[in-house]
């Protein structure tokens, strides 16, 4: 498994009418894999979260997403960026993303975290806890679910989780991915040194030194060789072949968040914008480049949040994109 450019669809609000709505998504996912990403995700949440949009914005229940992704498609990975380990019972997850993989032909990836959307939880009934609370919970799922997915039968009398030899068939393979996702220095980043192929770190760029200087204390720790966990970086990317117009996505978005770039000091301008790349195709490999991946990130996570679902748009960000991370 690798997951060196990954393509994320982080909003269904295209302005269609929802029988539209998913051959949109599909569209999409076929353009990413045409244009070389090795991934394609979706967002594991009900609401559509307060970064992006209002919370009765059109979102999608990601794995039955995925299912249908996967009949779209032949060769792309699919994953949600990520499953929140509060909303399922972790033998039923096991079983889901396996199921997933099967369906797909070995091209399911687990994406997990510990769950952050308070509202969420609080209006379909989760129970949200306290941070504490969430990463306990994280710790026993990935206690069952990963066992699980290597064809092992667990036994566990957690605080949270109790199975006793779950079984989980039919697999394909024994060695489906395993994705944790979040900045968590310490909890996050120990569970990926213990469980994880594949770490995507969500933070503001300006982290990613201390970030992978933690990480690497983390592997140390669990006496893990750092370079057998990859990573990757989620970038919110606004390109267009007019880098111009681009900017302009940029600031129309930011608006509809009641951000004003244009009232902003450097610093808070600077803040506001530091997960965002912008500009033409050349400008923003420029900055991934620079910004990420110089950094020593191994791959790069992007959503094309003001335009994607726009026809070409994947195929230009993969175009750009691709040659940073060849090979």
Known sequence: MAIRLGYQMPNFSYGTPVRELFPTVVAQAREAEAAGFDTAFVMDHFYQLPGI???????LEAYTALSGLAMATTGIQLSALVTGNTYRNPPMLAKTVTTL???SGGRAVLGIGAGWFELEHNQFGYEFGTFTERFERLGEALEIIVP???????????????????????????????????GGEKKTFGYAARYADHLNIICNAAELPRKLDALAQRCAEAGRDRDTLETSFLAFVMIDEDGDRARQLQREFLLSRGVDLSLLSDADRAAATDRQFVGSPDEVAEQIQTRVLDHGVDGIVVNL??????????ELAGAALRPLVAG
């Open 53 to 59: 949009g209002e919370p009765d914005e059109p979102m």
């Open 148 to 182: 699980m997915l290597r064809g092992q039968r667990p036994t566990v009398e957690g605080k949270w989780y109790r199975t006793e030899t779950a079984i989980n068939e039919p697999r394909i393979r024994d060695d489906l991915p395993v994705l944790l996702g979040g």
């Open 101 to 103: 993989d099967v369906v």
């Open 305 to 314: 949040v003001a335009n994607g679902h726009q026809p070409g748009i994947v």
